[in-house]
């Protein structure tokens, strides 16, 4: 009996580690993804992190994972270890923080004339 | 495609909205100044009263005699029409575009219900084409313009399956959605498709003449 | 794709359209539509025209379609497509043959009886469409000849039939001397001021039906109603200039007619038995005059018959045995709702009523009103032929024992009289003026 357990608990804990560890290695990133959206209208958006920032020439972790306070935002802090619904609460409503992903990604897209901006090219199938 | 989408998604928006909210109300005022000019008729026997008891009984499927002689019509134009409207204006993606741009949003339909009623649309508008090809009552009157009106109502819809689904061209495709969509919105008020704005008065005219002055029904 | 607007094949031979559209030239019809159009038409035939999504809805609505095997030259779009459409389309440039068809189609192949209004989910007023193609073909002369010939007659005597004004005046003492004979002290009170009722007929009763002015004075005389006819020119409620597009002229003889009723200073104006003089006087004479109603309340016969049973002022002495069936009139029942009163004074009147299908507002036309049976003999197979729908509705309502129609309009009458005999139906027809006086108690 107690051996069983023993091995069921660290399966478990294997399991619990490999979930945290893909979720927030940053070298595995491939989708966009929010744990706050329960069920997807769309396929997560197709996001290579590491590639996406050396062609978009991008070194600073807060221009995306950005710290705010009392509406400021806070210059040299980051937030790489935060889900955006953490602060960016849903609240029942998925609309907002959707608005707030495409702003961040389409947004920025836009003003630099470069990347997708068109729904099909992110939520791919 | 920067410019090209940012054209269609931007500038053409703002286009349509000024060209169909200023044709509906150009072409209602236009009319309703002609209609005291030379046909005041109308606003003397206007009533509220048998106007609006006309028009319910024509919104409420099956609410007229016509409408029971023609059952596979009346569903079929019914579910037209409420997919027509819902469609675009719930769908999820649409009230995603708005939120980003006005931060407003309301109530959305989920993704597989849209699907299903765009392919009510599209389907509805394949039965009225096959209509219009053969029922000689229906063929004797179409002219170009009536498949070209047809072909404005499809292919928002059409385009909107497409590009969702992300068949081949999906981008090209996603374009000529947005496209034909605000097309369809410019044709509403200056084309046959005015019947969105002028349905309640030539109803209720009707409904008017008939309930208040010949104490008849007229469905 | 297309069909094309014209299809006509059938040689035009009425007088007055093939002689009236002898005088056309292109720049008169093109003038004259024009100026209808401008001047005349506005908002209504604007919107009906463009909002029109050429559905084909009303199609089943018209007899004429029904009857000839759901041809769609025959159904109300199809009608205006080969006329006001092709006409606005054309912007006026079209030829006399055009015309021609144009005239034959909306004064012979219409009635005018509004039961596609009741069709169009729209609710488009197909009958004005093609009043004011009647309305065009008035202005550039050509009409059909019978027709036009009692307008002529309406506007020389101001009555259909060229009733000379002293003949009226002796029709009715004739009438009145016949109905002595059965009730002794019987009058037909002419010109009495303050009378409550003003009776007023169409041209062809003192012209060829005068026992319906017999029955209509046993019936007032019975009921002891205060009641008058005028001894002038007023006296006739008819108007065929409504249907041949000569409005000047239809206001002018609903004035006359007003004023006739006014001078006597009566209270109401109770009608004889028609549906277009009802329609004249109640809905569209009126309104030509600028008079929203009527400046004096007007009865339809229905609904006066209904008041003198409701009030017991007339006693049935013993019903009428055959089983009836009721055909409704277009203006009396699309145009006021009388369709229960009918069929109030039928049970009141009748053994068994057996009703055809459809009915009440849905009834089928009788394909004679809305001037096409004044359009005479030449366009008689047209409004035969053009209402085979009519006799299967009346076989289908015979089958079920129904052996006697109730007709209360003239024009209806007319009608199915032509069909009934046409088709082999071997029913009778009769007015509710007819059935009343044949059970009522009459006094002695």
Redesign the interface.
Known sequence: MKKKSWILYSIAVTAVAVVVVTAYSQENVKYVQDSAFKTK??PGAVFLHDEHNEKAEIDDCGTCHHLYKDGVKIEDETSEDMECSECHKING?P??L??KY??RC??C??EK??GP?????CH?? | MHDIYNFVSGTLVWVSFILFTGGCVYRFVSMAALAKKKDPVIYEYMSLRYALRSIFHWIIPFGSENMKMHPVFTIVTFAFHICLIFVPLFLFAHIILIKESWNISWWFLSDSIADVMTLIVVGSCIYFLVRRITQPEVKFLTSISDYLILAVVAAPFITGFWTYHQFPGHKFVGIIHILSGEIMLVAIPFTRLSHMIFFAFTRGYMGSEFGAIRHAKDW | MAEPAVNNTKQITDEGIVRGASKLTPEKIERVINSVLKAETGARLKTYVDICVHCGLCSEACHFYLSHDNDPRFSPAGKVKQTIWEILNRKGKVDAEFIKRAAEIASTECNLCRRCAMYCPFGIDIAYLLITMRRICHKLGVTPQYIQDTAHSHSATINQMWVKDDEWIDSLMWQEDEARGEIPNLRIPLEKEGAEIYYSVIGPEPKFRAQLIYQAAVIMNASGVDWTMPATPGWDNSDMCMFTGDFEMMARLKKIHFESAARLKVKKIVMGECGHAFRSVYDVGNRALGWKMPPIPVVHSIEFFYELIRDGKIKIAKKYEKPVTFNDPCNMVRGRGLHEMGRFVTNATCEKLIEMHPNREHNYCCSAGGGVINCGPPYKKTRVDGNRIKAEQLFAAKARGAKTIIAPCHNCHGGLEDIVHHYGLDMDIKFLGDIIYETMEKPE
Not at chain 1, 117 to 121: F, G, P, R
């Open positions: 209208m769309r409503n609309v907002p959707v608005a495409h702003l389409k947004g897209h836009e004339k470069a901006v068109m729904c099909s090219e791919v199938k």
